[in-house]
């Protein structure tokens, strides 16, 4: 039987990106689509799916919301996925067993384990055999999450550790022009030093970091939009942020971020 599935997004890219991206994956069928949360709720009404993959950060009714409401209206729960760009304190809080989460731009592989994900959890739920959470636990589990969206946030250093030269530097964060990973090495590159973080993901970097002033640009960077130089138009209505470090480096922006870059700087 096909998992059937919503997809709730404001950005018209990513919905696009997303759903050739569940496609993709054998036995999931998307529903309808929504840009936005009192859609997202009437749409979970009428379809009843499986799944949502929602996202956090819309106008007016976001993630979040939307599944206050739908406790409150005392609706049956599909699975929520949420997908974010760069809320750190949230992708935390997804780690409850109740939801998963998808980090924008999304990655084919981990939108298929977040589907995966979700089949195993279902088929725990109707199990009579299982040791699947009791709605009540489920509730108490989605509404923890929620209250933990409005905690303070703790405060952050403004350095970072960057392993150079054999030596280990604190970086101010305002110095930091990128960063980048591959091959699971993530590289940070200032006008004055080249060099490795102790973080394994870009997430964890990230998670040191001003979400004000660092944006995850493209699944591999994160970049200072203080050292932004130029903003290169590309192929097919795409981009590239050429940075002032020395190399002049070109960094490619993923296509849903393109409108936070236009957000961005009113492009």
């Not at 759903?19 to 840009?35: H, K, T």
């Not at 550790?161 to 590289?187: D, P």
Request: charged share 30%; with cysteine; net charge neutral.
């Amino acid at each position: 039987m096909a998992l059937t599935a919503l997809i709730i997004d404001d950005e018209p890219l990513a919905r696009q990106e997303l759903l050739y991206l569940l496609q993709s994956a054998e036995g999931v069928e998307v529903l309808a689509q929504g840009s936005n949360g009192i859609e997202a709720v009437e749409l979970i009404r009428e379809h009843k799916p499986d799944v949502v993959f929602l996202d956090v950060q819309m106008p007016g009714l976001d993630g979040f919301a939307v599944l206050k409401k739908l406790i409150d209206k005392k609706m049956a729960l599909p699975q929520i996925v949420f997908a974010t760009a760069f809320d750190q304190y949230a992708v935390r809080a997804f780690e409850v067993n109740a939801v998963d989460y998808l980090l924008k731009p999304f990655d084919r592989k981990r939108v298929l384990k977040a589907v995966e994900k979700v089949r195993a959890r279902i088929a725990v739920q109707t199990d009579s055999t299982g040791d699947a959470p009791t709605t009540d636990e489920r509730i108490d589990a989605l509404l923890r999450l929620v209250e933990t969206r409005t905690q303070p946030a703790r405060p952050q250093s403004s350095k970072v550790i960057v392993r150079a030269l054999g030596r280990l530097l604190l970086v101010e964060q305002k110095e930091i022009c990128f960063a980048s990973i591959e091959g699971g090495t993530i590289s940070v590159i200032t006008r004055g030093v080249e060099g490795e973080s102790n973080c394994r993901t870009l997430e964890e970097l990230m998670d040191q970091l001003d979400p004000e002033t660092f944006w995850r640009a493209h699944r591999s960077y994160l970049v200072n939009i203080q050292h932004i130089r130029e903003v290169v138009p590309w192929f097919k209505s795409s981009y590239q942020l050429r940075m002032d470090d020395p190399k002049k480096t070109e960094i490619p922006v993923s296509r849903s971020q393109t409108k936070r870059l236009r957000e961005l700087f009113n492009l």
